[in-house]
């Protein structure tokens, strides 16, 4: 099969989502541009500022979509085959991830911008808030360390990896001196974009010439060294002011990625009158993951991103929201971003479908997949290869920066709001202690049966993707009982949350099931750290989910007109 013939029907698919379920939901929730938003109502200009629709479409989209959409959609396209994926990616981004996202970012207008937590604490009960809290700290601990490690693998490449380390480390030092410019000459954004954009092409250039490697110390390895610099970046971005670095990097981040799915789509479709691009990639490859996890519903939990993010809730009622200037914005935004978001996993996934198997095992990692494909998509464009394929590695780690700096930060802001101390030193503790589980986790040495060593981002990323559609699930759940409370029929969320509640939850099961008979054979404690942490999860969820099932029963026998 012809690669652009698929990924334009996967487009047109998309599109008609948008286009029907899209406006339903707009009618559904009954839209109304009359109705002032907070961003209007409660303009500060500093977090309530409206902005316009496409503007703001792109700063949502750069912000949820990081690496997610192209580590996972390559993983369960490796383990059960490209249709089975992408079907997923398709029809769970149209009928459950967007309204995931829709609903998040419309529940929060209507609450005045407050985020999807604070909704959750004026109509449930205090243990239920904090209960829930605590679910998002210990999502955010599998985030950071998921994408630590997968990073430090990029860094640590025989091939490519010290000067993407060296081209990286140019990247953040430019976003720095953007920061530092920005705020004390304040130039026009457009000169600022114009100087500070060429450079960062610049630095990709100049990163193989000016290799950064990372020596073993203190007996530990070079990968080990660069996850414990990337979580010491961790601290730093979460603490210094984020016009120095978050905000600049970010913006600089968008850009890339808007360039990325880009110039790969220009790359296929020049590439298509050249020699056409041929699917090789078989489109079912069995019924179980490497590890022995069933494709149901194992699939659904290594797709996270592209089809549905519990972390998008966070981004969706913690900042756009206080930027949407009209309620019918909130279908492009909310729905059409996290669609975009499907387009580039279905991208990512292409990466993949134009390899063998053979030449796919042997590039093994997501990220030397996806950087292996955009390299032969601009190839077709004239890029030489080392080029490109730096470019599409910057790339894939730009988009973790962006997800490793804004979870740690939002890990933080959790934990003081749990322990209620804000003070001079508690950004510094609420950080460090955010970031002691995801140390001891890459620290970590794990081998399969064999003996042989497993990255830890792989050891975590199932229960990170169960954790994150887990979180998918609650937001979904505590969005049905805000649309019983408004007297609308919750089942456009309901039936969702119910799905997602119980693939997150078997899928941990499945995960978590190994650990516990073994401890149950031997009759031992056997120390596990993504089974203890996964068992938390469960419990958590269980305790919220009692929760839920309570208030509904007692909002559906009292239910009144002022309720």
């Known amino acids: 099969m012809n690669l652009l013939f698929l990924i334009f029907c996967s487009a047109a698919v998309l599109f008609v989502g948008y286009r029907f379920y899209g406006n339903f939901l707009s009618r559904f929730l009954g839209l109304r541009d009359d109705i002032e938003t907070p961003a209007c109502a409660l303009r500060d200009d500093v977090d309530f500022v409206p902005a316009g629709k496409w503007y703001l479409l792109g700063q949502h989209f750069s912000a949820i979509a990081a690496a997610g959409p192209i580590v996972g959609p390559i993983l369960a ?105 920005l705020r004390k000459f304040n130039p026009p954004l457009g000169v600022t974009t114009c100087i500070f954009l060429p450079l960062v092409f610049v630095a990709i250039y100049l990163g193989p010439h000016f290799p950064l490697t990372m020596p073993s110390a203190w007996g530990l390895d070079s990968r080990a060294m660069w996850n414990g610099a990337l979580l010491a970046y961790c601290f730093v971005a979460s603490v210094i002011p984020m016009w120095l670095l978050l905000q600049p990097r970010g913006y600089l981040g968008g850009f890339f990625l808007t360039l990325m799915v880009g110039v790969s789509m220009l790359g296929i479709i020049v590439g298509n009158f050249i020699q056409p691009f041929v699917i090789r990639y078989p489109a079912f490859t069995g019924w179980s993951s490497p590890e022995g996890l069933p494709i149901l519903p194992i699939l659904f939990t290594t797709v996270a991103c592209g089809a549905c993010s519990g972390f998008h809730a966070m981004v969706s009622s913690g900042t756009t929201s206080k930027q949407i200037a009209k309620e019918s914005d909130i279908k492009l935004v909310g729905y059409g971003g996290l669609l975009l978001e499907s387009l580039v996993a279905v991208i990512a996934l292409s990466t993949l479908l134009i390899l063998t198997t053979s030449k796919a095992g042997a590039l093994q990692d997501p990220n030397q997949i996806f950087a292996n494909g955009v390299s032969v998509f601009l190839g077709r464009l004239g890029v030489p290869e080392g080029m490109a394929l730096n470019f599409a590695l910057l790339a894939f780690a730009t988009f973790v920066y962006d997800t490793l700096d804004v979870s740690t930060r939002l890990g933080r802001y959790i934990f003081e ?58 937001v979904l759940l505590t969005i049905s009982l805000w649309l019983f409370k408004n007297k609308k029929r919750p089942d456009v969320a309901f039936w969702p949350a119910v799905f997602m509640m119980i693939v997150a939850l078997c899928s941990l099961f499945f995960i978590l099931g190994p650990w516990i008979r073994e401890m149950f054979v031997s009759g031992k404690f056997i120390f596990n750290p993504r089974g203890i942490t996964g068992i938390l999860l469960v419990a958590l969820a269980f305790l919220l989910l009692f929760e839920g099932v309570n208030l509904f029963l007692e909002t559906r026998s009292h239910r009144s007109p002022a309720a």
């Open 77 to 181: 396209g490796m383990w059960f085959g490209w249709i089975p994926t992408l079907l997923w990616v398709l029809l769970g981004g149209i009928f459950i991830g967007g309204v995931h996202d829709m609903l998040t970012v419309t529940v929060s207008v209507r609450h005045q911008g407050k985020s999807i937590a604070e909704v959750l604490r004026e109509f449930m009960s205090k243990r239920a808030y904090f209960l829930f809290l605590f679910f998002l700290w210990f999502s955010l601990i599998y985030i950071i360390t998921t994408f630590t490690d997968i990073t430090a693998g990029t860094f640590t490449d025989p091939v490519n990896g010290a000067g993407v380390a060296s081209s990286s480390m140019m990247y953040l030092g430019l976003a720095l001196v953007m920061g530092l410019v």
């Open 417 to 474: 709001e749990l322990t209620g101390w804000r003070g001079k030193w508690s950004p510094y503790v609420a950080t460090l202690i955010t970031l002691i589980l995801p140390a001891t986790f890459v620290m970590t040495r794990t081998t399969d049966a064999f003996g042989n060593v497993i990255p830890v981002w792989k050891v975590f990323w199932s229960v990170f993707g169960a954790s994150n559609q887990l979180l998918a699930a609650l």
